[in-house]
């Protein structure tokens, strides 16, 4: 068994020692997680063609077990987000999220989907897809090298290292509920700020009832002439 599955807690007899391994539920379960990630196959932008370039085999991210790109969110537990997200793309985004099936991950790829990039002022790009989902791993660059996307798969096998099935979301008792969906419109808009939208309306014309109200009760003004 691999080496990185054991864990020395007990005393093993000699005479045994090369059939016997001791280890933790965590570290198995963790362990098959981490070597059969399959990240979701789309891109959005230039960081894309990097992510492409990653899995030829100069760099070959199969090596981490990665390997099998899936065309389908039901059948994926990583997304790279790579690229540029416009205000356009960003609902598709949360909604295919929403259909991949727990554990599932999401690694921000590059400056335009970790805080929006030289783009970050414009009117049409998010800054930053954590707005909209939770980021497990953020790859720095513009766009960022096949290395670096490389570097930001094993940050993300090291975090799974790290989760115990007492903690993490999909064993808790309480269903996961899915994440709002955004709506374009004139601008994006927020699901889970639609209550703050609202008495934020509700109280604009409220005052400008009360300003007309006003304008009605004033006396007229008439001609001293």
């Avoid at 690229?83 to 259909?99: A, E, F, S």
């Avoid at 690694?107 to 497990?136: H, I, Q, R, T």
């Avoid at 969906?181 to 509700?202: C, F, H």
């Amino acid at each position: 068994m691999s080496q990185d599955l054991t864990n020395p807690g007990y005393e093993i007899p000699p005479e045994i020692q090369n059939q016997v391994t001791i280890t933790t539920l965590d570290k198995i379960y963790n362990w098959g997680r981490r070597s059969s990630i399959w990240p979701m196959m789309f891109g959005l932008a230039c960081c894309a063609i990097e992510m492409i370039v990653t899995a030829t085999s100069r760099f070959d991210f199969g090596r981490f077990g990665m390997e099998i790109m899936r065309p389908s969110p039901r059948q994926a537990d990583l997304m790279i987000v790579a690229g540029t997200v416009t205000k356009k793309m960003i609902p598709q985004i949360v909604r295919l999220y929403n259909q991949m099936p727990e554990p599932k991950y999401v690694l921000a790829m590059g400056a335009c989907a970790s805080g929006g990039g030289p783009f970050k002022e414009g009117y049409n790009v998010v800054s930053g897809v954590d707005e909209f989902v939770p980021v497990d791993v953020y790859v720095a660059g513009c766009p960022p090298t096949p290395q670096a996307l490389l570097n930001g798969f094993i940050t993300l096998q090291k975090l799974i290292d790290t989760q115990s099935i007492k903690t993490v979301r999909w064993y808790r008792r309480e269903p996961v509920a899915p994440l709002p969906v955004p709506v374009l419109g004139p601008d994006i808009m927020y699901p889970q700020k639609y209550a703050e939208i609202r008495e934020y309306s509700l109280k604009k014309r409220q005052d400008q009832q009360t300003v007309a109200q006003q304008t009605l009760d004033q006396p007229p003004v008439t001609d001293a002439g």
